[in-house]
């Protein structure tokens, strides 16, 4: 899951890619986003976008500003989440409903109720 600070700069990756997907923020931007967010730098953000594969290919400035490429999953992250939610709801919500049903019925069986 992305936090919100996160969210921000790969939304504004997006916006800001060309058409094969690569990405380049320039120092004034670089700046500023790490004023945005001061709990965690830009540079903090973009290696945890690519250690999570949201990002690859990073190439840092000295001077600030950055080059990297937003990978299928970087794109379309918010896809992978609603993916990542919705297997969350059927381990955590439905199945353990299923089985409670299915467990009352089978007791309702043993003990008579349906004869």
Same mark, same amino acid.
């Given at each position: =899951?992305?936090?919100?600070?996160?969210?921000? /700069?790969?939304?504004? %990756? @997006?916006?800001?890619?060309?058409? &094969?997907?690569?990405?380049? $923020?320039?120092?004034?931007?670089? @700046?500023?986003?790490?004023?945005? =967010?001061?709990?965690?730098?830009? %540079?903090?953000?973009?290696?945890? /976008?690519? *250690?999570?594969?949201? !990002?690859?290919? $990073?190439? *840092?400035?000295?001077?600030?500003? #950055? &080059?990297?490429?937003?990978?299928?999953?970087?794109?379309?992250?918010?896809?992978?989440?609603?993916? *990542?939610?919705? #297997?969350? /709801?059927?381990? %955590?919500? @439905?199945?353990?409903?299923? !089985? #409670? @049903? /299915?467990?009352?019925?089978?007791?309702?069986?043993? %003990?008579?109720?349906?004869?």
């Amino acid at each position: =899951m992305l936090d919100s600070k996160t969210r921000k /700069l790969l939304n504004f %990756s @997006i916006n800001k890619r060309n058409e &094969d997907n690569y990405c380049s $923020i320039n120092k004034n931007e670089f @700046i500023y986003h790490s004023k945005v =967010m001061p709990c965690g730098n830009t %540079s903090n953000i973009l290696h945890y /976008l690519e *250690e999570h594969g949201y !990002v690859d290919d $990073i190439s *840092e400035f000295r001077g600030g500003g #950055a &080059d990297f490429h937003i990978t299928h999953k970087g794109c379309n992250y918010k896809a992978f989440m609603w993916l *990542e939610f919705r #297997a969350f /709801l059927m381990k %955590s919500v @439905i199945v353990p409903i299923i !089985v #409670a @049903i /299915l467990t009352t019925f089978i007791t309702l069986f043993i %003990s008579g109720v349906f004869k």
